[in-house]
């Protein structure tokens, strides 16, 4: 059964920076590199939303509007794991941030079949 787990969240002041990781464990078929994978948020009281994808070579990325310029996804295919760097952290980043996989890079929550458990970010004023 495919897994993933993140790591790296935490409570940072704003203007900080965190990196989240998610590893994959038991990929389907033995190949992560096959996974398009993204990052999702949900802040308390709102729906999920898309932050970040990744293909599966890394070769494209996408991001939300919000997070452009201050956020990375990046890959690294040899340790089955997704890394987001956040940079100039903001009170409204504060979220759990879900890594998922799925066959396409899409910003569609509906399009990742495999997803985590979730790690916390808090971003103080």
């Known amino acids: 059964q495919v897994q993933l787990a993140e790591s790296g969240g935490g409570l940072v002041q704003a203007g900080g920076s965190l990196s989240l990781s998610c590893t994959m464990y038991r990929p389907s078929g033995g190949t992560f590199g096959s996974y398009a994978m993204a990052w999702f948020r949900q802040a308390p009281g709102k729906e999920r939303e898309f932050v970040a994808t990744?293909?599966?070579?890394?070769?494209?990325?996408r991001y939300a509007d919000s997070v452009k310029g201050r956020f990375t996804i990046s890959r690294d295919n040899a340790k089955n794991t997704v890394h987001l760097q956040m940079n100039n952290l903001k009170p409204e980043d504060t979220a759990v941030y879900f890594c998922?996989?799925?066959?396409?890079?899409?910003?569609?929550?509906?399009?990742?079949?495999?997803w985590g458990q979730g790690t916390q970010v808090t971003v103080s004023t």
């Open positions: 990744i293909a599966g070579l890394g070769r494209s990325t």
């Open positions: 998922a996989g799925g066959r396409h890079t899409t910003t569609m929550l509906r399009s990742y079949d495999v």
